[in-house]
Nanobody, 126 residues
Framework: QVQLVESGGGLVQAGGSLRVSCVAS????????MGWFRQAPGKEREFVAA????????NYADSVKGRFVISRDNAKATVYLQMNSLKPEDTAVYYC???????????????????WGQGTQVTVSS
C-alpha cells in the first residue's frame, strides 16, 4: 500500500532553518505531483507548497514564498521542504501529500491529494 513518511520536524528558534523530508513507497514516485500542507492548533489545514513530477515547476502559498523551498529526489522517492527565516506562526504539523499523474496543475486544494503522511511537528519559538 501507499506510504508517505515525514521526518525532520523539531523545535527551532525564530529566524532559524529546518528541513523536513517525506519518503514515499507503494507508488511510482516520478509519476506523482507532491505537496506539503500544514495544520496549526485550532486552525484548518492549509497549503504550503507543491512540486511537479520532475521538479521543474513549483507553487507556494504567499505566506511562505521566498522563505521555503520545495524539492524532490526521484531516485530516493523523497520530497523535501527547506524552511528558512522561520516565524512562530509557522508552528504546525507538516504533512506531505501525493497526487498521481504528471499532467495538471500544482493544486493548493487538499481534496485532490488522495495520499497523505502522518505529519511531523515543527515548533518555532520566539
Amino acid at each position: 500500500q501507499v506510504q508517505l513518511v515525514e521526518s525532520g520536524g523539531g523545535l527551532v528558534q525564530a529566524g532559524g532553518s529546518l528541513r523536513v523530508s517525506c519518503v514515499a513507497s507503494g507508488l511510482t514516485f516520478n509519476n506523482c505531483r507532491m505537496g506539503w500542507f500544514r495544520q496549526a492548533p485550532g486552525k484548518e489545514r492549509e497549503f504550503v507548497a507543491a512540486i511537479s513530477w520532475g521538479g521543474g515547476s513549483t507553487n507556494y502559498a504567499d505566506s511562505v514564498k521566498g522563505r521555503f523551498v520545495i524539492s524532490r529526489d526521484n531516485a530516493k522517492a523523497t520530497v523535501y521542504l527547506q524552511m528558512n527565516s522561520l516565524k512562530p506562526e509557522d508552528t504546525a504539523v507538516y504533512y506531505c501529500a501525493a497526487r498521481l499523474g504528471r499532467v495538471g496543475i500544482l493544486s493548493p486544494n487538499e481534496d485532490v491529494y488522495p495520499y497523505w503522511g502522518q505529519g511531523t511537528q515543527v515548533t518555532v519559538s520566539s
